[in-house]
């Protein structure tokens, strides 16, 4: 081709070339080959321009055989034509290109160095096109196609001067889209075959989808067999899934889909239109599927079909319409086939091409002249000629068999797409679209195996998990009543405060006890909250409820039975036990014991909450099918309250708590056997506090395993804590209550002297037991004494 382009070569080499060329390729010379005159009838001779065009007649494509008659069809009536190029006749010279770059290249050079000089050049074949529009630059040749719908062409860079009246493959995604958005699809999937024009469709696609923000979440490509391909669709739940391959490699994936079951009421396949109708018929040995298997996997898809005639009855510029064109090129093929006919879908786009052609050849003559140029003036080195040709057929519009003739900024034509649907194993036209118009034409006939069009994806329903609310009031009725119950353990207490028994309790330290009880019962109602009784937002200060009821009020429950168990095992422990026995209790000691075990608490709480609060945190679980046939999962959401740090900070409370818990154990057990009237009730303190131990430390690791079970986490530590406070408040209260009943002790000593007169208090029971053991040790003394007495009497009589 470096030939081609050298411009500088002297005539007589070019001479010698044409010689060489005519001489070695005696194929234009034959009859089926020589040029085409068409004469204007009129009384004087026009002036000739001449058209260079490559016919496909064989090949790849022979689409040659029925646009060329359509070309001269319209040549004809152009030449006739005294209001179109009145001076000048068009006249055709072509040859057959076989849509064969190779055999394309030679005749390209032969249309470029015989006489006479052509004005424009129409190939054929997507292929030959960008051969002829990439080397006619150097000539200052416009190129008009007719029959190339590669979305390489689109390329103003690579093809300065090429215009085509096909449109671009790329031409059926705008329509792709605007039906992803009519049925509202957001996700999609695509297969492709690995060719060039494929390829470069589906980058196109992606762009436009991207920028209707659709996502294409499946990629799939295959070179000769779809099985992977298809399987891997199946795998990443492709639903939408657009196709881009042959007529012969589709039946190979409807094979495949077939036997993935890629089909049905979820699934929607969108393929090109220019497959024969019968296409998923046809017998082929490649595929090991029945007729009935390949229309039972393709029912429902939708195809996009670039319309290549005018669906309306409208008289273009031809002042024909489509029908009456189908009519004269019907008549001008001799009554062939058309379905055996190459390229007679195509035709009327060679038809307009002329016509495009024609009118801006037209347009030209006025500015040309204004310039003092004229058409036939045209060199291959004069630009200004090719200037305005290009801006000529760059502003075309105008009505032809194919359509509305207009062309975009990269010079493809804009055309209609027609979108089809296979409906009972036939094509149905269900809409239109105008690309120019962004126009929708929608006959409303679509029809679905399900009710609607499927969803793009299986719809993930997220549904949270909320606490059984017969669970939840069954165990606020226990927490409530304990809560009763603890008020008339304080209340008690308090009343009978004065009363000598009661005071050797320490009183303080069990209000302390029944406080924190009502408190941690109360934290059962918070626990039970969740999303269903308040808002995302209020949920945080349900958290907050949880941690301090449940902290504060196990720091004082527990907290002031452990000071009294630690402080009887300090006091009567030691080697010195008469000297500790009469050791005086100072009860601001214990209540300071219980002050500091609550700051210490309140202190860790409120770190915790300024350094890491606790915020809601949701739970994922796996998905789950509904029942039914329903395209549908259920993704189950539990709510939590939780930090970034939620372990940590668990660690710690756990450790610190557990270590209380562990030594009330340990001092409970030693000081099971003391007995001192100064803490009358340490052993039910003690059997309170291993029961609490005891429940505490089964409870915190198995709630933290089942903490995704929301009704199990809920009833055990609920009721954990709801038998601590029972156990507790039973095993503390209740002896007090029965022993003032029962002895009528309800009176403090100053209510009994009011009531008597008497100026003294009479004994307690403390002091009767305590002269009952005297008197009983006196005796045994005395018995002693007597027993020697008798001994000695006996020894004296003897002697």
Known sequence: LSTFYNRSCKHWLVVNAILIVNISSPLIRNQNHMPLSHHRCCCRENIQLY???????????????????????????????????????????????????????????????????????????????????EAARMWN????????????????????????????????????????????WTKIATIQQTTEVFTSTLDDLEQRVKEAGIEISVRQSFLT??????????????????????????????????????????????????????????????INCTVEQMTEAVEGHVTTEIVMLNPETVRGASNLTSQEFLAQLMSKLGGKNPEETG???????AYDAVWALALALNKTVGPLKAKGRRLEDFNYNNKD??????????????????????????????????????????????????????????????????????????????????????????????????????IVCLTFNIYNSNVRYIQNSQPYLNNMTAVGCMMALAAVFPLGIDGLHVRNSQFPVVCQFRLWLL??????????????????????????????????????????????????????LMIWQIVDPLHITVEKFTK??????????????????SSEKMNTWLGVVYGYKGLLLLLGIFLAYETKSVSTEKINDHRAVGMAIYNVSVLCMITAPVTMILSSKQDASFAFASLAIIFSVYITLVVLFVPKMRRLITRGEWQSDQQETMKTG??????????????????????????????????????????
Not at 439 to 453: A, E, Q, T, V
Not at 582 to 592: D, F, G, Q, V
Request: hydrophobic content about 40%.
């Open 385 to 486: 000629i090719t200037a305005e040709i290009y801006r000529a057929l760059n502003t075309s519009s105008f009505e032809g068999v194919s359509g509305h003739v207009v062309f975009d900024a990269q010079g493809s034509r804009m055309a209609w797409t027609l979108i089809e649907q296979l409906q009972g194993g036939s094509y149905k036209k269900i809409g239109y679209f105008d690309m120019t118009k962004g126009n929708l034409s929608w006959y409303g006939n679509d029809r679905w195996i399900g009710s609607d069009p499927p969803a793009d994806q299986t719809v993930v329903i997220q549904k949270f998990r909320y606490l059984s609310q017969k669970l939840f009031v069954s165990v606020s009725v226990f927490a409530g009543l304990g809560i009763l119950m603890g």
């Open 225 to 286: 067999d779809p099985a992977v391909a298809v399987k891997n669709l199946k795998r990443q739940d492709a639903r939408i899934i657009v196709g881009l391959f042959y007529e012969t490699e589709a039946r190979k994936v409807f094979c495949e889909v077939y036997k993935e079951k890629l089909y049905g009421k979820k699934y929607v396949w969108f393929l090109i239109g220019w497959y024969a109708d019968n296409w998923f018929k046809i017998k082929d040995p490649s």
């Open 758 to 799: 008497s100026s003294t208090n009479n004994n307690d029971e403390e002091k009767s037991r305590q002269l009952e053991r005297e008197n009983k040790e006196l005796q045994k003394i005395i018995q002693e004494v007597l027993c020697h007495l008798h001994f000695v009497q006996h020894t004296v009589e003897d002697v």
């Open 141 to 184: 040749l416009i190129v008009l196609s007719y029959g190339s719908s590669s979305p390489a062409l689109s390329n103003r860079q690579r093809f300065p001067t090429f215009f085509r009246t096909h449109p671009s493959a790329t031409l059926h995604n705008p329509t792709r889209v605007q039906l992803f958005q009519k049925w509202k």
């Open 343 to 349: 390229g007679f879908q195509e035709a009327p786009l």
């Open 51 to 133: 058209i260079g065009a490559l016919f496909p007649m064989s090949g790849g494509w022979p689409g040659g055989q029925a646009c060329l008659p359509a070309a001269q069809m319209a040549l004809d009536l152009v030449n006739k034509r005294t209001d179109i190029l009145p001076d000048y006749e068009l006249e055709l010279i072509y040859y057959d290109s076989m849509c064969d770059p190779g055999e394309a290249t030679k005749l390209l050079y032969d249309l470029l160095y015989t006489e006479p000089i052509k004005i424009v050049l129409m190939p054929g074949c997507s292929s030959v096109s960008t051969l002829v529009a």
């Open 551 to 604: 902290g504060l009020g196990f720091s004082l429950a527990y907290g002031s039975m452990f000071t009294k168990i630690w402080w009887v095992h300090t006091v009567f422990t030691k080697k010195d036990e008469k000297k500790d026995k009469r050791k005086h209790l100072e009860p601001w000691k214990l209540y300071a014991t219980v002050g500091v075990l609550l700051v210490i608490d309140i202190l860790s």
């Open 624 to 641: 789950e099918a509904p029942k039914g046939d329903v395209d549908q999962l259920i993704e189950p959401l539990l709510q939590h309250c």
